[in-house]
C-alpha cells in the first residue's frame, strides 16, 4: 500500500540513503494451534531519492521482510504503541526471520516494529533494524541501520505467512 511521502533511510558510514516505496503490506493473524499471534511486515523499495557514490550505480531497489511471532494477543499487536522486537534475523533453527535484500539478500538484526496506528485494514508502523553494509559485506564497515515508516496495506490472507 505504501503512501507518498513513506521512505525507507539507510544511514551507512558514509552518509543516508533513502528510497520510495513501491509497495507496503503485512499480515497479522492469531496462529491458534501453535497459541502465538504471527506478524510479517514486507516493503519493496522503488526510487532513489538519495544514494551515496559506491552504490549509486548499483539502482538498487532494496526489499525487506520481518517475521515476528509471540504471546501477545492480536488485540495487543495492533494497538497503538505496541512494540514487536526481533533481535536476530535468524531463529534457533537457522531460519531467516527477516530478510534484507539490496545487492544481495542478508538477515537484519536488532529489528523493532513499532506499531503507530490501526485505520480499518491500514497499519501505520516504523521499522527499524541493521544489516551488514551494501557495499561491504565482510564487516569492515559499521553496519547499515535501516528505517521505515510506512502505511501497509494488512492483508488477512494467511497462505504464507513465513520468510524462509
Not at 492469531?30 to 559506491?54: C, I, Q, S, Y
Not at 534484507?100 to 513499532?114: L, M
Request: hydrophobic share 40%.
Amino acid at each position: 500500500m505504501a503512501k507518498d511521502g513513506d521512505l525507507l533511510k539507510i544511514t551507512r558510514f558514509n552518509g543516508v540513503e533513502t528510497f520510495t516505496l513501491e509497495s507496503a503490506s503485512c499480515r497479522i493473524w492469531r496462529d491458534d494451534d501453535a497459541d502465538l499471534t504471527r506478524a510479517v511486515f514486507e516493503l519493496k523499495g522503488k526510487a532513489a531519492v538519495a544514494t551515496l557514490p559506491d552504490t549509486c550505480n548499483r539502482k538498487a531497489k532494496p526489499t525487506w521482510v520481518l517475521e515476528w511471532s509471540g504471546k501477545k494477543k492480536l488485540a495487543q499487536v495492533l494497538a497503538a504503541g505496541a512494540v514487536l522486537r526481533v533481535p536476530k534475523g535468524y531463529s534457533d533453527d537457522d531460519e531467516y526471520l527477516t530478510l534484507f535484500h539490496y545487492a544481495d539478500d542478508e538477515p537484519s538484526d536488532k529489528n523493532t516494529v513499532e506499531i503507530v496506528s490501526v485505520t480499518g485494514k491500514k497499519v501505520r508502523a516504523k521499522l527499524t533494524g541493521q544489516t551488514l553494509d551494501a557495499n561491504f559485506y565482510d564487516g569492515s564497515k559499521p553496519a547499515m541501520k535501516l528505517e521505515v515508516s510506512a502505511t501497509f496495506a494488512w492483508n488477512e490472507d494467511l497462505s504464507d505467512g513465513q520468510v524462509g
